[in-house]
Structures are given as structure tokens and as C-alpha cells.
């Protein structure tokens, strides 16, 4: 089973803290500082929405540059590798991918041609609040961005740990097993409080 963050809506206040940490991690590290997880809010409250790192990620399936891929247990990104072509944020069923400008520190000898973004200036930009996905920034590269699951982090997603509610939690095969045992137990005791799971045999 992949790795992911798993967002609770009932704990989830809307403060954007998670937002901010997750863009202060990557920018602390060189990375686009575009968050990599969106608070979306509707009139029943408000949710994180992130990568679900699928099993079978549609994202990775459409990438014509093989920059999403499969490793170790996650589905990963490489943002050096990605041409920008948005189709990975087409093709994610949660909206958990979004195109972000980026401009490079150190530009490869291949861009001969590459025009400085001062002596763009006088070409227009698209509006602040248009789609990432209409989005245009002259001068700068277009690449996607996802959750990454803060993998150049020691103490794990920068979003978990920063989140004032703890609506948010990083689920791997052991978490999820005992989630699991969990729930079969309150189910159990819902029935019958009498009833112990542990006691339960196959066929009775």
C-alpha cells in the first residue's frame, strides 16, 4: 500500500497553516515555493485536498516525459524532469496536482535563446485569480507540482506537524492496519458492547 496524507474535514479550521508550512519546507530546500495541498471551502466547512499517491495514478500514466513515478511506496514528482504540459493535473480524479511558475537559479547552457523576465516586463500576465491551468507568466517555466510527502524531511510532511487541530495524518500500511482493527472493534461493541473482537472466531 503507497504512503499519503489523509485529511480529517471536522478538525479542519481553514487557518491555511498547513499551506504556509508546506510552502516554507520546499522553499527552505531550493523547491518551487507553491504549496503542495489546497484548503478548499464550501458551506459545509473546509478540507485540505492533496495527492492520494494512487495506486494505480493516472497521473503517472500520462506523463510523456516519465517524471511521475513510483518510489518507495509513494507516487513522486520530478519537478526537474516535467515539461510542464499539465496533462498529470488533467488526468488526477482530486484536483491534488497544480501547475506553478517556476524560475530557474542556474539556467542549462541548452537555453541559447532564454530572454532575462526584466525584458519581458512590458508583456502582459494572466490575472492572479485565473486557473493555474489557463495561467501564463512570460519568462517563466510552467512546471507541476504535488505532495510530495516532504520526502526531503526528516520529521515527515511539514503539513502534519504544523496543523494547530491535528486534522491531518500520514497513513502507511502499519497506521492503516491498526485503523482498521480500530474500526472492526467499535463496530463490534456497536452491536454488542459485551462483544470482544479478540474473541471472535471465523464461522461464528
Not at 484536483?95 to 526584466?118: H, K, Q, R
Request: hydrophobic share 35%.
Amino acid at each position: 500500500m503507497n504512503r499519503f496524507v489523509i485529511a480529517e474535514p471536522r478538525k479542519c479550521i481553514g487557518c491555511n497553516t498547513c499551506m504556509a508550512a508546506c510552502s516554507e519546507a520546499h522553499k527552505k530546500v531550493g523547491l518551487v515555493a507553491q504549496a503542495r495541498l489546497t484548503v478548499v471551502r464550501d458551506d459545509d466547512g473546509t478540507a485540505p485536498v492533496l495527492c492520494r499517491h494512487c495506486e494505480d495514478a493516472p497521473c503517472a500514466k500520462v506523463c510523456p516525459v516519465n517524471a511521475i513515478v513510483l518510489k518507495d511506496n509513494a507516487i513522486m514528482l520530478n519537478e526537474s524532469t516535467c515539461i510542464g504540459c499539465k496533462l498529470c493535473g488533467l488526468a488526477c480524479p482530486f484536483g491534488a496536482i497544480t501547475p506553478a511558475a517556476s524560475e530557474p537559479e542556474a539556467l542549462p547552457d541548452c537555453y541559447e535563446n532564454y530572454i532575462p523576465e526584466f525584458l519581458l516586463s512590458d508583456l502582459p500576465s494572466s490575472a492572479p485569480s485565473m486557473s493555474p491551468f489557463l495561467a501564463w507568466n512570460p519568462g517563466r517555466k510552467v512546471i507541476a507540482t504535488k505532495c510530495d510527502l516532504c520526502s526531503f524531511r526528516s520529521e515527515g510532511p511539514a503539513c502534519v506537524h504544523s496543523c494547530p487541530t491535528n486534522a491531518l495524518y500520514f497513513i502507511d500500511g502499519s497506521t492503516m492496519n491498526s485503523a482498521s482493527k480500530l474500526k472492526q472493534e467499535a463496530f463490534v461493541s456497536s452491536l454488542d458492547p459485551s462483544n470482544d473482537i479478540n474473541g471472535l472466531q471465523g464461522g461464528e
